[in-house]
């Protein structure tokens, strides 16, 4: 059983276009996030929720909304994509800082 | 701020021989984790080892073990008796229970070679 799925895999898309990606977890975690992994390897974090509820939103363009429905689910849309939102994007949860899960990730091409 | 620095880009170990990582960190936290975090080629994010700040002693894992000086504010990884699938990306990380968030330094990438 996958703890953290997240999809797609790999999405390659036009400048301009609107995208999400689907995040959900089966570990019971109260907090879920996004980070971003760029070209450079170096991950930061962008948001985070804690029973739906956001805690973090780390000077995000207004562009990436994240909706999280219930508190296994954190989806991140993104709107008006630009080549500069070419990154793996890793969603992933925990439970008071006793581990983080991480999904498989999804490399973003922006074309 | 908090910040977390691994100052070797890349490293380069001969199979069954000891790597180390270095790690530092900065905070004025007094209670916090660190974390290793292994990404290979696959990209999964695969957690090595977790530290809590307060236990002096160190956290071991099977080949792996940490060198945790809170004083130093220092967090090293051995990895002993490498292996040809230790080959990855690997990231030490931080975090405190106020801000809930992980802080990662900038990698060192290990080549594990025959």
């Known amino acids: 059983d996958t703890a953290v799925s997240q999809t797609p895999k790999y999405l390659v898309t036009q400048m301009g276009n609107d995208k999400s990606i689907k995040c959900e977890q089966n570990?019971?975690?109260?907090?879920m996030y996004w980070y971003k992994q760029d070209s450079k390897k170096f991950l930061k974090i962008m948001f985070s929720?804690?029973?739906?509820?956001?805690?973090i939103n780390e000077t995000v363009p207004n562009r990436f909304s994240p909706k999280s429905p219930d508190k296994a689910h954190l989806n991140l849309h993104i709107n008006s994509l630009e080549l500069g939102d070419s990154a793996v994007y890793f969603c992933a949860s925990s439970q008071h800082a006793l581990g983080y899960t991480f999904g498989s990730g999804t490399r973003l091409t922006v074309v | 701020a908090q910040t977390v620095t691994q100052s070797q880009p890349e490293m380069s170990v001969q199979e069954a021989e000891t790597v180390t990582l270095s790690c530092t960190y900065d905070t004025s936290e007094n209670n916090y984790y660190l974390f290793w975090y292994k990404q290979p080629p696959s990209r999964q994010m695969i957690l090595v080892i977790r530290q809590e700040a307060y236990k002096q002693q160190n956290a071991t894992e099977n080949r792996f073990s940490v060198n945790f000086q809170k004083a130093a504010k220092s967090f090293s990884l051995k990895i002993s008796d490498s292996q040809l699938g230790d080959t990855a990306m690997y990231f030490c990380a931080f975090t405190n229970l106020n801000t809930d968030k992980l802080i990662f330094g900038t990698g060192t990438r290990l080549q594990v070679f025959p």
């Open positions: 929720y804690n029973n739906k509820e956001l805690i």
């Open positions: 570990l019971g975690h109260d907090t």
